[in-house]
């Protein structure tokens, strides 16, 4: 199976690449964004100062400095809105190509592994059934296609991403 469930805090992973929920200052902020940045601290926020930030839907590379994890991809999710709205078609075009972009940079890098959290489900207001729909068939289509990343890791840190991702699977993957 290359794909996996965790539960707890991406930061602690000792792995070849996490990802980073980011806004598109890729200077920081809350949710899992905040946590990494305060771990690694001012020498994250020194070098993506100089990478002109990141646009929805794109996502850029950095050292994982003295996390366990190699390197971070950065990429920036779709936000919806703080009422929690539909999102439009456009929106989960834009959630599909931040799963897209940072799989093609793990499989341009040959990672073997990359671990992913809940992209768009926090602040940025997704539904998370929507998302995980999304997330899943992303990533089972791009790993049919390419050898690398060889394994992917979706990285929960509350109970009910972690029972979304299972019942997808189970519905839709078993
Ligand atoms: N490890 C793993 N998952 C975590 C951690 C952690 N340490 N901390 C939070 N999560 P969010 P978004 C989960 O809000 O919705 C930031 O301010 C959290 O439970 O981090 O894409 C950025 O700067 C949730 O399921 O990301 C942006 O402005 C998931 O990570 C904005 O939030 C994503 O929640 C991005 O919002």
Redesign the pocket.
């Known amino acids: 199976m290359r794909i996996e469930l965790h539960f707890?805090?991406?930061?602690e992973f000792n792995t070849d690449c996490i990802v980073n929920?980011?806004?598109s200052s890729l200077l920081?902020?809350?949710?899992?964004?905040?946590?990494?940045h305060k771990k690694v601290g001012k020498l994250l926020k020194e070098y993506c100062a100089k990478l002109n930030g990141c646009l929805t839907g794109e996502a850029k590379l950095t050292l994982g400095f003295n996390l366990k994890a190699n390197f971070i991809i950065h990429t920036?999710?779709t936000?919806i809105s703080f009422n929690n709205v539909e999102p439009t078609f456009e929106d989960c075009e834009n959630l599909k190509q931040s799963y897209q972009s940072c799989l093609e940079i793990a499989s341009k890098e040959k990672f073997n592994e990359i671990v992913f959290?809940?992209?768009?489900?926090?602040?940025?207001?997704?539904p998370i059934d929507l998302a995980s729909k999304i997330s899943l068939r992303t990533i089972f289509k791009f790993l049919e296609k390419n050898e690398y990343p060889k394994k992917v890791i979706f990285?929960?840190?509350?109970i009910e991403?972690l029972e979304s991702y299972i019942n997808e699977i189970k519905e839709n993957y078993e």
């Open positions: 707890g805090d991406i930061t929920a980011a806004n920081g902020g809350g949710g899992v964004d905040g946590a990494i920036v999710g936000r959290p809940n992209i768009s489900k926090g602040v940025y207001g997704f990285c929960c840190f509350n991403n």
